[in-house]
């Protein structure tokens, strides 16, 4: 065998190669590109107003429906009866807003005051603010996240032994908006 056809199989191993590595790479993109792909989100928005209703119908409890602004949805809702964590009862719901901001809400029943202690670690009590004739404590976290972490900015207020706690990474005007309708739902359903 010569030197010169050694030369030319090992090249064209080489050739080979890089032939099949593009034809491989080529066909990838090609099934990439012609797979549908869903665009929709992949959290159902939850009809936070069913839960809560079936919630104090069962339970009678003053259950909190609060009322969110326009181009905002409920993403999570829950009730649980004796969680186990110091309350009796407790209610949550989460909203999701147009720039994908966030805003929780949790109402417990027969608040532990450990277990409050627990939600507000790492927070520091800054002020309070009035929505009608109801007052909010003011908590912030004592160092800066960026990105905000859920419980960052925590407002909170009580009638008699239950709780309410509205927290999240929406500015604090929208979080303001939120509470003023929070109060006029407290002072609703509580006698």
């Not at 890089?18 to 992949?42: H, N, T, Y």
Request: with cysteine; hydrophobic share 40%.
């Amino acid at each position: 065998m010569s030197d010169a056809a050694a030369k030319r199989r090992a090249r064209q191993t080489v050739t080979n190669l890089v032939l099949a590595l593009g034809a491989s790479v080529g066909l990838v993109i090609a099934l990439v590109m012609i797979v549908p792909r869903d665009d929709s989100s992949l959290v159902k928005k939850v009809d936070y107003v069913s839960v809560a209703k079936d919630a104090a119908d069962s339970t009678s409890r003053p259950v909190i429906v609060p009322t969110i602004q326009s181009g905002w949805w409920c993403n999570s809702a829950r009730w649980q009866a004796n969680p186990g964590d110091g309350t009796d009862a407790s209610w949550y719901a989460g909203f999701v807003g147009p720039k994908n901001e966030y805003i929780g809400m949790t109402q417990t029943f027969t608040t532990n005051p450990t277990w409050l202690a627990i939600q507000l670690s790492g927070l520091k009590q800054t002020g309070s603010m009035s929505t009608g004739a109801r007052t909010w404590q003011v908590w912030k976290t004592k160092e800066t996240h960026v990105p905000a972490k859920t419980k960052d900015y925590v407002l909170v207020t009580g009638q008699g032994r239950d709780t309410v706690l509205v927290y999240g990474t929406a500015s604090e005007s929208q979080m303001k908006a939120f509470v003023t309708g929070v109060s006029e739902q407290i002072s609703t359903v509580y006698p």
